[in-house]
T-cell receptor, first 113, second 119 residues
Framework: GDSVTQMEGPVTLSEEAFLTINCTYTATGYPSLFWYVQYPGEGLQLLLKATKADDKGSNKGFEATYRKETTSFHLEKGSVQVSDSAVYFCALTKSGGSYIPTFGRGTSLIVHP | GAVVSQHPSWVICKSGTSVKIECRSLDFQATTMFWYRQFPKQSLMLMATSNEGSKATYEQGVEKDKFLINHASLTLSTLTVTSAHPEDSSFYIC???????????????FGPGTRLTVL
């Protein structure tokens, strides 16, 4: 079946450091790929998405490129802030269905001043 | 954008009581709504999928008599945790997909979650 694998956390960085959170997926066909962010005590918010190969999703300084050849959708940000501390979930959905996401386990990011 | 709200945001109840959580789509018609449960430091676990006007489809291992789901309109779904016990304490998140005008959403929009604590 479909699956999403994220790097283990927590990821701990100093403010203004470069961030990469790895995400790889296994799926048949052409899934859409998503990154969601969950701030402490809150629900999930869509951070960015990409619906086809080579698309780059971007938002709030974060970006991720849909790489079909490596089945990856790594999340990057050039300079993190303390306010970016949250849990980040990579997910995929398949077209033609009810768009139920398959989630990764989530990666906690902790940014220190 | 598509907005989903949940009410209440947190609730504390005594063991044996029932708790109802509401999930509303504010600016689109939610033809399908989903209920998730999230344990601390873990990912979301899909509990059930409900289509407006139909009975919910529960995931394996989820007790349908324990977690009653109603999706009576295109903007409202409710989850009732019946005879709650401490092990039901968790973070419950709903999401919805559907349409707004001529736009069909090919993704889910998530509510902010409800923290349930059963004493």
């Amino acid at each position: 079946g479909d699956s999403v694998t994220q790097m283990e956390g927590p990821v701990t960085l100093s403010e203004e450091a470069f961030l990469t959170i790895n995400c790889t997926y296994t799926a048949t066909g052409y899934p859409s790929l998503f990154w969601y962010v969950q701030y402490p005590g809150e629900g999930l918010q869509l951070l960015l998405k990409a619906t086809k190969a080579d698309d780059k999703g971007s938002n709030k300084g974060f970006e991720a490129t849909y790489r079909k050849e490596t089945t990856s959708f790594h999340l990057e940000k050039g300079s993190v802030q303390v306010s970016d501390s949250a849990v980040y979930f990579c997910a995929l959905t398949k077209s033609g269905g009810s768009y139920i996401p398959t989630f990764g386990r989530g990666t906690s990011l902790i940014v220190h001043p | 954008g598509a907005v989903v709200s949940q009410h209440p945001s947190w609730v504390i109840c005594k063991s044996g009581t029932s708790v109802k959580i509401e999930c509303r789509s504010l600016d689109f018609q939610a033809t399908t709504m989903f209920w998730y449960r999230q344990f601390p430091k873990q990912s979301l676990m899909l509990m059930a999928t409900s289509n407006e006007g139909s009975k919910a489809t529960y995931e394996q291992g989820v007790e349908k008599d324990k977690f009653l789901i109603n999706h009576a309109s295109l903007t409202l779904s409710t989850l009732t945790v019946t005879s709650a016990h401490p092990e039901d304490s968790s973070f419950y998140i709903c999401s919805a997909s559907g349409t707004s005008g001529n736009i069909g959403y090919n993704e889910q929009f998530f509510g902010p979650g409800t923290r349930l604590t059963v004493l």
